[in-house]
């Protein structure tokens, strides 16, 4: 990796927070309580997308038509609620050892998330001190993962180019956005999807744990490791 990394573009679940299986269960949760049949284990394959976008894609493949902006608002201010039912969800192991390494090379931490629940996003300066304090989140663009805009944004806030920045994320639509945005890309395993799914979706490099990432950060900053 190029030693000239300045910035570092981070997901938050799965990535940050053991919190995809809590997403799936509240997902779950709602869309059944409107006569859907579903599974859990089917809403890992819309993470990193936008809430929105997400219940627009279960109604244009379950019901045959588009999602209204108030039905988008109202079902996915529900699905919120049945997260912040659920028990709290881990820091994901390995990952403040990620951030203190990064954050010791002098590499920004940047968070790009295609997520807009509070109850994770307030966690963060205690969870990840002296770290994103630049965010990028559902509520801050127009186009979601997998369209490379939210961490083409990170970029522009941050003041790097895709050269100065890696991106770590463990979903194949935002391993595919980070991937398109011209990033560095690092995919993590953390969940039941597959590593080849990671790599179908552009990652550079996918490692199997976020501990096996982290350490092996040190080596993958080291100019011409």
Known sequence: ?????????????????????????????????????????????????????????????????????????????????????????DVMPGAQQMVETLLSRGIRCVLVTGSAQNSLLSRLPADFPGAFDIRVTARDVTRGKPDPEPYLKAMQLAGVSPAESIAIDNAPLGVMSAARSGAHTIGVVTGPIPRADLIRAGADVVFDSMPLLASALPQLLTPNS
């Open 1 to 89: 990796m190029a030693h000239h990394v300045k910035a570092a573009l981070i997901d938050m679940d799965g990535t940050l927070y053991d919190s995809m299986p809590r997403h799936a269960r509240a997902w779950h949760r709602m869309v059944t309580g409107l006569g859907i049949p579903a599974t859990v284990d089917e809403f890992f394959r819309y993470e990193g997308m936008t809430g929105a976008a997400t219940i627009r894609q279960i109604f244009r493949e379950r019901l045959g038509r588009d999602a209204s902006p108030e039905e988008c608002e109202r079902l996915y201010a529900l699905k919120a609620r049945y997260f912040a039912e659920q028990p709290d969800v």
